[in-house]
Structure formats: C-alpha cells, structure tokens
C-alpha cells in the first residue's frame, strides 16, 4: 500500500507567489517527507496523473524556510512595487479546459470552425490540419525526452466537453491512498474527472481530500465569488468519491458535514487539521531598523497578513481608516502594513492607494520570511478582518509571536483566539475604528493582552500537523469499507432512454431517484447497463448529475449528453463483420419510420413475428458478464430481451452472482385491457424470466407483492423471498422556493385563472382520465361555477382518441387544461390546488398518491386496494366507472371547503411520509441483510 500526495496545485496550477493554499500544501509535504519516506507525490497533467521523484523536490526537502525555496526555485521572485495581475477569468477557463497545450491548441481550432459559416468551414480546417500535426509531433516528443515511466496505463478514454479523447495514465495501483490538498477552480475539472474514471478501475483506492473552508458556498460569503455552482459540484462530487476527508479545523468540518447533510449525501469519516504557525524567527533590532527604512515603516503600525483577495474583506479596513479621520488626526492613525499579493475584484487597492486621506497610512508589502517575523515581532498588533476562514494560517503566526489581534467576530476564528483576543463585526467599520484606536492608545491594557497570550497560547508545529496527517493516511488503510462495490445498480432502462426525449415519470423516474441515493449512501457501488453486445459500466463522471442536488429530470438531461456519447462510441466499434440476428435487424428498421408508422408496424411485429422470435428455444448467449461469485445486480427496470435473459441464467448459473430484481405492480396481469399489446405479450415472459433467475424480490408495495405471489403460486413458480418497498414522496432533493411572479407567470401561461384540480400522472388508459373527462362535462352541465381541471402527465397509450375529443370539446375548453410539468413547476401546482384526484384503475405502489399527502392536499381516489393500502382512512374513495360519483364528489369538495379543511389537518397530524432517501435506507438495509458473507 502506497500513499500519494498531490501537489498539483503548486506545481502546475499557482503562477503567484506564496498564498495560504501554496503554504499549506509545500509545508505538509515537506514535513511528510521528513516524517514518512515512503510518501510518495504526484501531480495531475493533461496526460492524467505522473509520479514527481523525490529527488527533484530536494530544494524543498532541504529549505530552511519553504516560502523563500519555492519562490525560488519557480522563478518567482517580483519586484514589492509590481502589481500581481488578477488572471482574466476567460484564461481560467482555458486552462481548465485543459494543462496540455496541444489540446488547447486543438480546442482553438475546434472553435474556430464551429464558428466559421458552413459553406468555407474547410478553410479553417485545412489552416489547422498542419498545426494539429505539428504541435501533435512536439508534444509526442517532449515526451519521450522526458522518458517519464507511465504506470498501469488505464484503456479507458477520458472525454473533456466531448471534444478529445485521450489515454488517461496514472502510477497508483488498488489499495494505495491517495490525498490531496484540495480544489482550483483552474485545475479541478480535469483532476476530479480523471480520478472518477481511475476510482472505477481501482475500487480500492481510497481518494481523501482537505477542505479548507466553504467560503464559497456558505450564504453569508457565497456572492463575494463566482464560484458557487463550481464549489457545489465540487463538494457534491467529494461527498460521492471520497472516502475520508481532512478538514482545517473543527468549523470547516461542521460546516461540510452540515452541506453534505442538506444534500442528502452520508457523513465521510473526517479528520481536523489544525495548521502549523511556525514561521522563521531569525533577526534582531538592527536588522529591523534596516526593514523599517527599507520599507518606510512609521514606528505605530499595525499588521494585516493575507493576499488582497475578496474574503480577506480590507476594504472595511478601508472604511474604517476614512472613519478614524473623523475620530482624530492623522499622526494618531496608525500605519497599516497589508503582507500579500493583490487579487480580487474590490475596488480596495485602487482606493487605499489613491484616496488623499488615506494613501500614506496603507503599505502593500511581498516580504521574505525572515522579514516577516521581523514585521510581526514589530508591530503593535495585528488585524484580520477576514469574512470568513478555515483554519487561519495567520492569525495562530500573530499568535504565536505573542502579537494581539482584532479578528472578525466570525466561527472559525474564534475557534483559534477563544478569550485570547478581541472580534469585531465583519461588516462594521465604525466598529473596527473604535477598536483599533482604543488599543492603539491603551498601551496598559494592550501589554496585559499580550502577556496573557504568551502565558496561554501553546502554537502549533508544522511537524505535528504533518504527523497527525500521516498517522491518519496509514490509520485510513485499516477501515475496510469496500463492502457495497460488490453491489451492481442496473440502469439499463435509463442507458436505453438517453436516446430518446422520454418523459422522466414511472419507472424511469423511480430507477433514477432510488440510484440517486443508494450511490449517495454507498459510494463504492457500480453503475451498470445490459445491452445486445455487453454490459456497460458507466463511469462516475457520467452519473455524476444523478448525485447532484437538483430536479430529477434536469440531472437526467445532464446525463444524457455522456450517455448518448457511450452509447455512440461503441456503436461505431461493432465489428463490420458481426451477424446480427434477424430480431435486432426488424427492429433496427423499425426505428427509421416516424412515430405513427413505427408504432403501426410494432404491433404486427409483436403480433405476427415475435412468439417466433423470442421463443425460448431460439434464444442465443449474447456475452459473458463479468460479475464474480459474490457480486449483486440490483435490477429497477422492465425487463430484457429473451436473449439477454438466456445470458444472464446462463452466467448466473455459472459465475453464481445474485441477481435482485424490483417489480412495480401486475397491472398487465390484473387489468390487461388497459395496456399494449406489446406489454401484454411481453410480461408473462418477463415475470416467468425474474422468478426464474432472482435470488430474491422486491415490489412496489404489498398489494403488488400479494398479487405477484398469488400469480406465482398459479403457475408454479418458485417461491422467492420477497419484500414491500414504499417509495419515495418528496418531487425534489430541495425546498422550491418561489416567489408568487413565478406562480402567476406559470398560471398564465398554462391558462389557471381560478381554483383548481389536480391529477398527476402519465395520461394512459390505465389512469382513468377518460372517466374524470366525462364526470367533468357532467359538473359543468349541473353547476355554474365548476374550478377547473388540470391533467398534469405526459400522453401515453391509448389515449389518442380522448385528447382528440378534449381538445375538440367547446365545452371543456380552458376549463380542463392538460399540461406535461417540470418539477419546479409541479411544486407550484401541488402547492396551490384545491386538491387532487386520481381515478387510477389499479397501481403498484402509486407515486402520485403519496406525493399529494406529502403536500398535506387530500385526494379523491378510486375504490382499489393499492390506493387503500396508501391512503387508509385520510382518503375518501369512488369507484373506477362510476362517473355521476366522481362528479358528485369533486363537486362536494370543491364547495365545502371546511370540510376539505379537516381533512387536510388529519393528513398533516397522521400521514408519515416516506422520503426517497428513506426509501433508499430501507433498500440498502434489506440488501445489507441479504448480502453479508
């Protein structure tokens, strides 16, 4: 086992000079090095990951003071009076499309040519056909002079904004740790997505990462930055990645376990780092004299230590100082000395260094180590006004030197100073005017201050830091916590789908959100899709946005993209030479015809050719599948081909994997009229094949699983041990806030004008809304003021000729509106209906039922035991045809609201709602049950 540093940061990423981030990183590293000889370094490149010798890193190893090295040896030592550029954020992005140059270089003309009019798009190209070639040949050579020795070379393709495809390389091997310092907005693209593909080869590598802080994202600070989404996606991809993860200092951890918690994704394991304060303490009261001429010091000054970056917040010192020329007079400010480079966006370097009043009392500094200590032994105290930190790395130095420091009145700083110093408002520069002059003049109470710190304080070393970090990268490869990657989550459906513009509803609907999170509580679980010609192992990068905390149907957009990517990949890699059996080749001329067509001439297939062609005795063995003995494929689709149950048996029976498979409900058994002819040939087949190659079996409630035992036990099948499961009701993984504009932009443009009721579901025989059409005429033929109706699904089968009679009916015209929702949109509709009705002949377990009692809204459904199973005695019921019922009924409800009312307090008081995320403990628990070796 090896454990791996990542110093991609400041290696090829940082073009500055020694921030925090810089700091943290090489002093770990160096005292790793000092500490454990076997920590090994790596850095990420365009290529992937390459291995940095240790004897390069000598000047580090061998540095008495790492700043003054690393500037050093990189070159980057810049005048005090030079202003440090900001990097344009377009820059940014270049590089973080990518390190490597060719690919830049290829990506420039990529553009070019998607910009250029298509009738001259050759010229462009054949510009930059001999420049691709070129730099292509540069770059194969460089590497080869380079002569670096390539690890385990990965055969998998990493795909950059679908532009370039390229051999990832890596040296790290299964059961090795990797750890890194944390994020860029630069470099973390290409890094996160090259260990999501490294992770699904090594399953045993355990990835850990430090976070410093969640500036980002935290409300308070979160618009000081434009890195909100980005950081987001970041933490979101560590909470489904990593397997420990460092904090700086207890409120760095609080704050992301918090995140994580309000995302839905499991607490990792954590470690708190608190950071060394050990700075060079060399020098005397002539070389300070020395400095101070140098630099032009007044004899009152005040230190502040940090780059000129947003979150450092100077420019309420700024204000503070324009506040102290109200207060006194000028000889009585005192100097501000700012230690730091100068970034961010604030207009604060402009006006300190401008501003009449002002600019002689503020000094920008870049001093080397030993001059630093020089300014902090010097000073009368510090001031750190920061927003909001991680663990600082300035104020323990302050600290450290004895040196009493106004801070911000914020979390984490006051987990370092305690009732050691004094805090201010962040936000008050009145206040830090106050402060600073007040301990400026009480020179008694400022020296009693600073003794106590002396007596108190107790620093923190460099080296210790390091030795609890290396004692917890050993201490992690103790934890054996790969049991869930023997778990195999099929996707085949939604792999299926990614094709095609389907509605997110259903099963579809049901198979994402459990996969959302089950693969949030068990990181180590795979992804998998059976198709004609293999299983698929989807890479983390590609579900990635099924994790994410957003509307199931936009991550399932965003999956698209990389799914249809795969999926054409190994299309265009099927060999020419391949047969293919007639079944695959009717169904692949099909799928030329438009939808009317196509549908036509499926139901004479099914009708008249495919008893032949799925016939049992035809079936063949597509592929191996190359699941081991202790392996489980949990199955949430509708099934398979013939074929493809044939291979699954056949592997099965060989290679001994367990297969689980989770069944809706028996609506093609129960109410066959009321589905496809395609369903109803292909699902006797379907529940034969899963009772003949489950280990065990799921349902989607237990009148599903009473129906499924009772069909079984008729046709002799073998009986499976079998479990309810009650799905989830939550429409979102987030509160929808929004505002009433949106409400009524949403009501204007879908036709609501006054009260409202609502079904949800996809509009399908099965669902009744034929019988709600005809009690609605009814309301209106009786009542003159009747609210309206709204079917909120997508059309499914057999219901061509119902909407083409709705929406030819005069007399439902804007009454009964019929509306195909996202879910933000549904929120809004659940929310402000009078209440919902579902006339559904028969279900599983309903997905719509639970979603109303969730949002407290009664429901009027129909007479059928799955929906009774459901809604007990909070519902009221009607039976499936009896339409003078239905309108009887809705009519009721709609004029009484007080009775309407006491029907939703009981809801509210008794109905206990099932979460996805519950929904998915109570799997995983089942499944963890089932499972142990």
Not at 98 to 106: A, C, N, P, V
Not at 107 to 116: A, V
Not at 571 to 600: Q, V, Y
Not at 678 to 688: D, G, I, M, V
Request: proline share 4%.
């Amino acid at each position: 086992m090896a454990v791996w540093m990542d110093l991609t940061y400041t290696m090829s990423v940082w073009k500055g000079g020694v921030v925090g981030i810089v700091r943290a990183e090489l002093e770990l590293a160096k005292n790793l090095h000092k500490i454990n000889k076997e920590i090994r370094f790596c850095k990420a490149t365009a290529a992937g990951f390459v291995e940095i010798d240790t004897d390069s890193l000598s000047w580090l190893w061998n540095s008495e003071k790492t700043g003054d090295a690393y500037l050093k040896e990189m070159n980057r030592y810049k005048s005090d009076e030079k202003k440090e550029p900001e990097m344009p954020q377009g820059l940014k992005s270049a590089y973080g499309y990518s390190l490597g140059r060719y690919d830049r270089i290829k990506r420039l003309g990529y553009m070019l040519i998607k910009n250029t009019p298509w009738a001259i798009r050759f010229i462009p190209y054949i510009l930059f056909s001999p420049i691709w070639l070129i730099s292509k040949m540069i770059s194969v050579i460089k590497k080869n002079i380079k002569k670096i020795n390539f690890k385990n070379i990965s055969d998998r393709y990493s795909k950059i904004e679908g532009a370039r495809k390229q051999k990832i390389v890596y040296p790290f091997k299964n059961e090795d740790v990797f750890f890194t310092t944390g994020w860029t907005a630069v470099s973390g693209i290409i890094k996160e997505e090259y260990l999501s593909y490294i992770k699904d080869e090594l399953p045993a590598l355990t990835v850990s990462y430090l976070i410093y802080d969640l500036i980002f994202v935290n409300p308070d600070t979160a618009a000081l930055y434009d890195f909100k989404e980005a950081f987001k996606k970041y933490l979101l991809w560590i909470g489904a990645n990593c397997d420990y993860i460092f904090y700086g200092g207890n409120t760095a951890k609080k704050d992301t376990e918090k995140f994580f918690k309000e995302n839905g994704f499991p607490i990792k394991k954590g470690y708190v780092l608190k950071f060394g304060s050990d700075v060079a303490k060399g020098g005397n009261a002539e070389e300070f004299d020395i400095i101070r001429k140098k630099y032009k010091l007044e004899k009152n000054y005040i230190l502040a230590v940090g780059s000129v970056d947003t979150k450092k917040n100077y420019i309420t010192l700024y204000y503070a100082y324009k506040h102290m020329t109200l207060l006194t007079s000028s000889d009585k400010i005192p100097q501000l000395v700012i230690i730091g480079g100068k970034f961010g966006n604030t207009n604060f370097t402009e006006f300190a260094e401008t501003d009449p009043d002002i600019k002689e009392k503020i000094v920008f500094l870049r001093p080397s180590d030993d001059e630093l200590a020089q300014l902090y032994r010097n000073c009368r105290f510090s001031v750190l006004p920061t927003w909001y930190e991680g663990w600082s790395l300035t104020l323990p130095e302050s600290l450290e030197f004895g040196k009493f420091c106004l801070a911000s009145d914020v979390a984490p700083l006051r987990e370092i100073g305690g009732d050691l110093i004094d805090y201010a408002d962040p936000n008050d520069p009145k206040e830090w005017a106050e402060k600073i002059l007040f301990y400026l003049e009480n020179k008694t109470e400022l020296e009693k201050l600073n003794k106590n710190i002396k007596e108190k304080y107790k620093p923190i070393r460099w080296y210790d830091c390091a030795e609890v970090l290396n004692n917890n990268l050993i201490d992690i490869n103790k934890y054996k916590i790969y049991k869930d990657s023997r778990w195999n989550y099929d996707l085949s459906l939604a792999y299926a789908l990614c094709l095609h513009d389907a509605p997110v509803s259903g099963i579809l609907r049901t198979q994402l959100l459990l996969a959302r999170y089950l693969g949030r509580l068990y990181p180590h679980m795979k992804f998998i899709a059976f198709n004609e010609r293999e299983v698929v192992y989807l890479d983390r990068f590609t579900y990635l946005p099924l994790l994410m905390d957003e509307p199931i149907d936009v991550a399932f957009g965003k999956m698209k993209y990389s799914l249809r990517n795969d999926f054409s990949n190994k299309t265009n890699n099927i060999n020419n030479a391949e047969k293919f059996s007639d079944k695959e080749i009717i169904w692949m001329f099909i799928s030329l015809f438009p939808s009317k067509f196509r549908d036509k001439l499926t139901a004479y297939v099914i009708r008249k050719k495919l008893n032949k062609l799925s016939a049992e005795d035809n079936t063949r063995l597509l592929y191996k599948i190359p699941l081991k003995e202790d392996e489980i494929v949990f199955s949430t689709g509708a099934g398979y081909s013939a074929d493809l149950y044939a291979t699954i048996s056949a592997e099965k029976n060989k290679n001994k994997f367990k297969f689980i498979q989770l069944i809706y409900d028996l609506t093609p058994i129960v109410c066959p009229q009321v589905h496809t002819l395609e369903t109803r040939t292909f699902y006797k087949p379907f529940l034969k094949n899963i009772y003949k190659i489950s280990d065990y079996i799921f349902f989607g409630g237990k009148t599903a699983m009473l129906d499924s035992m009772e069909y079984a036990k008729k046709n002799g099948f073998e009986d499976k041990e079998s479990f309810p499961i009650k799905f989830g009701s939550d429409i979102s993984t987030k509160n929808i806030k929004l505002n009433d504009s949106t409400k009524l932009k949403l009501f204007e443009k879908i036709g609501i004008d006054k009260d409202y009721i609502l079904t949800v579901g996809s509009i399908e025989a099965r669902k009744n809304h034929e019988i709600l059409y005809r009690a609605y005429v009814k309301m209106l033929q009786e009542n003159k003021d009747v609210p309206q109706l709204v079917f909120c699904g997508y059309p499914g089968w057999k219901t061509e000729w119902l909407l083409g009679i709705i929406s030819r009916d005069d007399r439902v015209k804007d009454k009964l509106i019929i509306y195909s929702p996202s879910d933000e949109e549904l929120d809004i509709l659940y929310k402000n209906c009078l209440f919902t009705v579902l006339a559904s002949i028969y279900e599983g377990w309903s997905l719509t039922l639970p979603e109303s009692l969730n949002y407290g809204k009664f429901c009027l459904c129909t007479d059928t035991p799955p929906l009774k199973e459901i809604g007990a005695d909070l519902l009221d019921y009607v039976k499936p045809y009896d339409v003078a019922g239905w309108a009887e009924k809705m009519m009721y409800y709609a004029n009484n609201h007080d009775e309407l009312t006491l029907r939703q307090e009981q809801i509210k008081s008794e109905w206990k709602p099932v979460s996805w995320k519950e929904c998915a403990e109570n799997v995983g628990k089942i499944m963890e049950g089932l499972t142990v070796i």
